[in-house]
T-cell receptor, first 112, second 111 residues
Framework: DTAVSQTPKYLVTQMGNDKSIKCEQN?????MYWYKQDSKKFLKIMFS???????INETVPNRFSPKSPDKAHLNLHINSLELGDSAVYFC???????????FGSGTQLSVL | GQNIDQPTEMTATEGAIVQINCTYQ??????LFWYQQHAGEAPTFLSY????GLEEKGRFSSFLSRSKGYSYLLLKELQMKDSASYLC????????????FGSGTKLNVKP
């Protein structure tokens, strides 16, 4: 199936831990994103990469570090997790025309 | 900056028509998008407007007025499966890769 896939689906962890979320797309898109959706369903852009190069960094704490080893992959590493990091994190990609975002199924992160 | 407003929640009856409004203020405009998000799932693309007017796609239509900073999503012949959140998003001219989302409108369709 052609899609944006991210793992894990659920992530439950303690404050202070470090965790990673992985994302892969096989749609041939050049641009990938991380979005955070909070409990009020507000979807906020965090980062974007175009062909492995960081193009958007929306004032996210530097505990969050994205990494794009190639244009089909965009991972998110979070250090020293805090309670406020609890949210659903969505990976997404867009084709060159940028007419729409294709989202992964989301990772629900719960920090206890 | 971006400011996007939508009603928080709406309720409508199966078979009816519902209009979900979105107003926006943006420093430069390069497209307005509507996404549907069912509970616990990813948002999926519904429509895209960059010029004024109505875009129709089956039971769903989206309207844009750039001078008024206003859009609406019109859903006809409502079905129970249309119960979902509807997210309005704006893309600014200064960055073609940015999509700013409103907080979404939760639509409840009742029998």
């Amino acid at each position: 199936d052609t899609a944006v896939s991210q793992t894990p689906k659920y992530l439950v962890t303690q404050m202070g831990n470090d965790k990673s979320i992985k994302c892969e797309q096989n749609l041939g898109h050049d641009t990938m994103y991380w979005y955070k959706q909070d409990s009020k369903k507000f979807l906020k852009i965090m980062f974007s990469y175009n062909n492995k190069e960081l193009i958007i960094n929306e004032t996210v704490p530097n505990r969050f570090s994205p990494k794009s080893p190639d244009k089909a992959h965009l991972n998110l590493h979070i250090n020293s997790l805090e309670l406020g990091d609890s949210a659903v994190y969505f990976c997404a990609s867009t084709p060159a025309t940028n007419e729409k975002l294709f989202f992964g199924s989301g990772t629900q992160l719960s920090v206890l | 900056g971006q400011n996007i407003d939508q009603p928080t929640e709406m309720t409508a009856t199966e078979g009816a028509i519902v209009q979900i409004n979105c107003t926006y203020q943006t420093s430069g405009f390069n497209g307005l998008f509507w996404y549907q998000q069912h509970a616990g799932e990813a948002p999926t693309f519904l429509s895209y407007n960059v010029l004024d007017g109505l875009e129709e796609k089956g039971r769903f239509s989206s309207f844009l007025s750039r001078s008024k900073g206003y859009s609406y999503l019109l859903l006809k012949e409502l079905q129970m499966k249309d119960s979902a959140s509807y997210l309005c998003a704006v893309r600014p001219t200064y960055n073609f890769n940015k999509f700013y989302f409103g907080s979404g409108t939760k639509l409840n369709v009742k029998p």
